[in-house]
């Protein structure tokens, strides 16, 4: 495996000059915040100074603003597995969480449990419970062991809620088998793709998948604070009733009517205003996705991953660093992820040395894998300079060990 030859054969390599990648720096973190599109801040300066600056108000019905939730929730859903009216893009994927909880409870009436795995990202554990208070307990919110998650379905679960490609190893999990699992028990499947889309092939229809959410920052490289969206297919859109009832989300939210009344499809879960230069910014980065074959990402994702876990046997001999990850490339998202005692003051070494990756807590280093970005040459450099911080002892200074805010 010869960097510089994976390197001139990969057909995906002219994707890297579309963004802006800072010099001297190898960027491995695309799994938490992707890098800039070229095209993005040309796009929000027309945005601001024309649609905004120019024609103000008026942009809402000529420069397409109102209809951007749904018009960039399409092109989501064709890297998803989804229809046209299956996806809209707004909130955060907090929120979209919530939404999606408490429309599979209304769908699924007389059931009260969701279930989902310890470890899972806590926000999406955290607004299960927050639910459960809310409603005084009549939800219930239940955490089992991943390996115990199917076993555990029974009929009293309304939904289960699950991230594909877990944060912090990478795991992915069978969308269509535990779908189906869910269904033989007459549970509802609510999946997170925020560590899903854009990196792997994603096909919620084809596993019969009732709900999902994700993040626009990540792999599909929308920026800071973009954007997340929600998935609701198609068969449960006139059932499933949008616990934040918003405006946006009615019939007719023009008419301003005292009385709430659903939009009949996807639209009826927005809440409030889109917010449009983060759409637009979303866009941007959606649009340049779709430009590339996801079969062709998926190759690069696994041949990434297999020379940065060759290249590491020899340091996890030497130095003390265990897979975190499954070994087995099929079964990875686009991350590899390593334990090691000293995981925090490593990375920051590694980060001050160029190489940014990122620590998840305890003991996790964790390094995104971004195939229309990260080049075959960039993982071996990285892998040589985490070699010398570890044969210098050069992650062992104070400033290293000093934990801010975001890690
Ligand atoms: C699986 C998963 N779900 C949800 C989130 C967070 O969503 P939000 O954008 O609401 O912070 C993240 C990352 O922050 C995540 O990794
Ligand atoms: N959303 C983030 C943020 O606002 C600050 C720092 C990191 C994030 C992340 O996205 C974390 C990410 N979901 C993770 O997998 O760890």
């Given at each position: ?27 491995l973190d695309g799994n ?10 040309q796009k929000l300066a ?362």
């Open positions: 495996m010869d960097p510089a030859a994976l390197d001139a054969a990969d057909p995906l390599r002219c994707f890297r000059e579309r963004f802006a990648l800072p010099e001297g720096k190898m960027y938490s915040l992707g890098c800039l599109p070229r095209e993005t801040p027309n945005l601001v100074d024309r649609e905004w600056g120019e024609n103000l108000i008026g942009s809402w019905n000529d420069a397409g603003w109102v209809s951007a939730p749904e018009r960039v929730g399409a092109k989501i859903a064709r890297l998803v597995g989804a229809a046209d009216g299956e996806v809209v893009a707004c909130d955060s994927t907090s929120v979209n969480v919530f939404k999606a909880l408490c429309a599979a409870l209304s769908v699924n009436q007389g059931r009260s449990t969701i279930l989902s795995e310890r470890g899972n990202f806590p926000t999406d554990v955290y607004m299960m419970q927050g639910l459960e208070t809310l409603t005084g307990g009549r939800v219930r919110s239940r955490l089992v062991d991943p390996e115990e998650v199917i076993g555990a379905i029974d009929e009293d679960t309304a939904a289960i809620l699950l991230t594909q490609v877990h944060y912090r190893t990478g795991r992915i999990r069978d969308m269509a088998t535990t779908t189906a699992a869910a269904h033989a028990k007459g549970a509802l499947a609510i999946w997170d793709l925020s560590h899903s889309a854009g990196a792997i092939p994603v096909d919620l229809n084809a596993a019969r998948a009732d709900f999902a959410v994700g993040c626009g920052y990540k792999f599909l490289n929308g920026g800071p604070g973009a954007p997340g969206y929600i998935f609701v297919a198609e068969r449960h859109q006139a059932d499933a009733i949008p616990a934040l009832s918003g405006w946006f989300g009615h019939a007719r939210p023009f008419d301003f009517e005292d009385r709430y009344e659903p939009a009949p499809g996807i639209t009826r879960f927005l809440a409030g205003t889109p917010p449009i230069l983060g759409l637009a910014a979303l866009e941007v980065g959606v649009d340049l996705m779709l430009e590339a074959d996801m079969a062709e990402v998926r190759a690069k994702s696994i041949a990434m991953g297999s020379l940065f876990t060759a290249l590491m046997e020899p340091l996890c001999a030497a130095h003390g660093f265990a897979l975190a990850s499954p070994s087995d490339p099929n079964q990875r998202g686009s991350q590899v992820s390593y334990s090691h005692p000293n995981a925090y003051p490593i990375v920051q070494a590694l980060i001050a040395r160029g190489v940014v990756g990122d620590f998840r807590a305890p003991d996790v280093l964790r390094f995104g894998l971004t195939p229309l970005y990260t080049s075959f040459a960039e993982i071996a450099s990285a892998v040589d300079i985490l070699r010398a911080v570890m044969d210098e002892g050069a992650w062992d200074r104070s400033e290293f060990h000093e934990r801010s805010a975001v890690t």
